[in-house]
């Protein structure tokens, strides 16, 4: 019997971890789950693709579900959510966003790649429209959507990383004083 290896998570780590176990284990049956659309992409130029000097985000994209199941082997389920880990049974309990539906996936080793969780900061209005977090790609397409549809003048960025610092000067390159 195949061995059944899950990697929870996207970005670097998730595809990295899929693709080598693929390559250590050929005969191994791995799947990568992802809770968003997008499995392999470049956070940190997200701040470029907003301040227009990255024009495309297909640019950003390393791979797609498809080319990853091409390329390496490894099954890709986006929009599925892993919910709890079973460690009793080999199980992990996963939500399907697209159909709202539980499924359970067995597994014979389980990889967790799922990074860092944005830190909410408890404050009255941060989950107005207009505050975003800098994150995934959907949010870069939803701060870029913003931009174009509400042509704001003024922005705060709250973070001093270089993430944080990339965002104030894309954010000065559309015209808006950071």
Request: charged letters at 25%.
């Amino acid at each position: 019997m195949k061995p059944r290896i899950v990697v929870v998570g996207g970005l670097a780590a998730g595809p990295s971890a899929a693709s080598k176990a693929k390559r250590i284990n050929p005969n191994a049956e791995v799947t990568l789950l992802e809770q968003g659309e997008f499995i392999s992409y470049g956070i940190c130029e997200l701040p470029y693709f907003i301040g227009n000097v990255v024009t495309e985000s297909a640019n950003l994209v390393s791979y797609t579900p498809q080319r990853l199941e091409q390329i390496k082997g490894v099954s890709v389920r986006i929009l599925h959510r892993a919910e709890e880990v079973v460690p009793v049974k080999k199980t992990l309990v996963v939500r399907d966003l697209s159909k709202d539906k539980i499924l359970e996936f067995r597994y014979d080793k389980l990889i967790l790649a799922t990074g860092s969780r944005t830190r909410r900061l408890g404050m009255k209005g941060e989950e107005s429209r207009n505050v975003f977090c800098v994150k995934s790609l959907e949010e870069g397409y939803a701060i870029k959507k913003y931009i174009e549809e509400e042509k704001p003048r003024r922005a705060v960025v709250i973070g001093g990383g270089y993430i944080g610092m990339e965002m104030c000067e894309a954010l000065q390159s559309t015209g808006i004083q950071t």
